[in-house]
């Protein structure tokens, strides 16, 4: 049977009793069921954040991609739209691949990448083109009569000719960017740019920026924007090889700042630094809201990796909180959105007090925020022991000595287990965390979001102890925990 946004919504509405919510999220988004992955066309439209994803809604894996969307006012209550686009024509019969939005003339234009087999073995046989869709209500879109608005013939030469995707559009001096991710066919990945004045027509301009050799074989989701004068690429390399402690995931995701001569097409950078340093993140995308915030939110999962609600529970896939891109200098800091503050409810609060040896805390949960300020000073390690119970822990850790933080999940449950660790330092003695816990997720922000580190756990429902831990004195100058979730919710 051919796909459809009517066959997908009858199906989402038909099915959805099945869902099983051990591990649903309490305050993250997720679909209604069966797969997501990449965010796809962040946005901020006639005042409502428009957020929409990548989605096999038939089962809980990958599969002819759709897009699925949802709505928010506060980045925080999502309510769940109508699938937006469905693969249902030539130019996207095998998926509607990840893009972006753009508001323009009052309307909303997506652009997205059209994925085409052309036999059998889904790593070699295809092609991917770009489309373009416009809706007035920001709810049914109709794809363009012109489609595709790019085809492989404007792939220029010594570039992939199949690895073509995720366009992000942007707007620049009354002009039109979209950035492409692709390969040089050669193992290297690349950026490929191209300008239009109405969305519909698009002039290759360049390659914009490339591999140096050591940032993996292929690049997917890029995204361009300026932060405070200075312009930031970010891009999920696939297959990048570990340097130390970092890029020990699959796939990874990196952040350039630099220049982009929107004359040449280059973009200039010296350095690139991980997004996120822990397990689950990819495909990240972000938008400028109206407050003028730059606003990020990736799939909080990572391909190929084992996903316990894959089996029986009828959904995989949710993205991460959405966080605020701060420039910090030469560097960017990435921070909860203030509105998760307003979520705060009861919980426990302290403040001086020293740990030595093991402290187990009152309070018990699986959906909360930890906030803390400590002293490392006098400690050789200090840690924090979650969603603890017979057998299962999750532990987050910092060894002064050795300036690295760790999150370890080698016993959280049924999930993957590893270790994550980043580099980090203490200026006198301080550091300062905050921790958000949801049923099968953690986000460790460090240092007012200087690292992140994320990653998916699958502990049983009674565990959900949390304890301190230091060996030698961590002086905790305060510590805040805040239930997340009001108990209707859950
Ligand atoms: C990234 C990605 C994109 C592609 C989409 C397909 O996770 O591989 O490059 O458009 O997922 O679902």
């Known amino acids: 049977m051919s796909y459809s946004i009517e066959r997908a919504n ?23 069921f069966g797969w997501i992955n990449d965010p796809n066309g962040f946005v901020q439209y006639k005042g409502e954040y428009h957020l929409f994803y990548q989605y096999h809604p038939y089962q809980p894996v990958w599969g002819p991609m759709h897009w699925g969307h949802a709505v928010s006012k506060d980045l925080i209550e999502w309510r769940h739209l109508p699938v937006a686009l469905a693969p249902d024509q030539e130019y996207d019969r095998d998926g ?46 109709t794809k363009d009569a012109h489609n595709p608005v790019i085809n492989t013939d404007q792939i220029p030469a010594h570039t992939s000719q199949k690895d073509f995707r995720d366009p992000k559009v942007f707007e620049r001096n009354g002009q039109f960017y979209m950035v492409l991710g692709s390969n040089d066919d050669q193992g290297k990945g690349l950026i490929l740019l191209y300008r239009s004045v109405d969305l519909h027509t ?26 405070d004068g200075i312009d930031v690429l970010m891009m999920s ?10 890029y020990h995931n699959l796939h990874s995701t990196v952040y350039m700042l630099g220049k982009l001569d929107t004359d040449t097409g280059i973009f200039d ?60 200098g030469e560097r960017l800091l990435f921070c909860p959105v203030a509105e998760l ?12 007090f020293e740990v030595q040896g093991q402290q187990v805390l009152d309070y018990r949960g699986e959906s909360y ?4 300020n400590i002293d490392v000073s006098k400690s050789e390690e200090f840690a924090i022991h979650l969603r603890t119970g017979e057998a299962e822990t999750t532990v987050l850790s910092y060894s002064p000595l050795e300036q690295l933080f760790r999150f370890n999940r080698d016993q959280s449950g049924i999930g993957p287990g590893g ?10 003695g301080q550091l300062h965390l905050r921790i958000f816990v949801d049923l099968s997720s953690v986000e460790v922000f460090l240092q007012d979001g200087e690292k992140v580190m994320t990653g998916r756990i699958y502990p049983q429902p009674e565990s959900q102890g949390i304890a301190l831990y230091s060996n030698g004195i961590t002086q905790v100058q305060s510590l805040h925990i805040w239930n997340l979730v009001q108990p209707e919710q859950i």
């Not at 390399?237 to 970092?246: A, E, K, V």
């Not at 822990?278 to 939110?297: N, P």
């Not at 925020?369 to 803390?372: G, P, V």
């Not at 270790?419 to 006198?428: D, M, W, Y």
């Open 10 to 32: 009858r199906f989402v509405a038909e099915s959805k009793h099945l869902l099983v919510d051990q591990y649903r999220l309490h305050y993250h988004f997720m679909g209604e």
């Open 341 to 352: 503050e307003q979520s705060r409810l009861e919980g426990l609060h302290a403040e001086s």
């Open 419 to 428: 270790e994550r660790i980043a580099s980090l330092t203490t200026p006198e």
């Open 202 to 227: 698009w002039e290759y301009m360049n390659v914009m920026a490339q591999s140096d050799g050591t940032l993996g074989d292929n690049w997917e989701c890029p995204d361009v924007f300026d932060l």
């Open 96 to 141: 509607c691949f990840s893009g972006s939005a753009i508001e323009h003339k009052d309307s909303l234009y997506l652009l997205y990448t059209g994925h085409i087999m052309t036999g059998p073995d889904i790593t070699k046989d295809y092609y991917q083109v770009q489309n373009l869709a416009i809706s007035q209500d920001g709810i049914l879109f």
């Open 237 to 246: 390399p696939q297959r990048m090889s570990p340097q130390g402690n970092n």
């Open 369 to 372: 925020e930890i906030e803390l």
């Open 269 to 328: 950078y010296k350095q690139y630094i991980p997004i996120d340093y822990g397990f689950d993140f990819y495909a990240c995308q972000t938008t400028l809201d109206q407050q003028g915030r730059r606003i990020m939110i990736g799939w909080m999962d990572s391909w190929e990796a084992l996903m316990p609600t894959q089996n029986g529970h009828h959904w995989a896939g949710a993205m991460t909180l959405p966080r605020e891109v701060i420039r910090d």
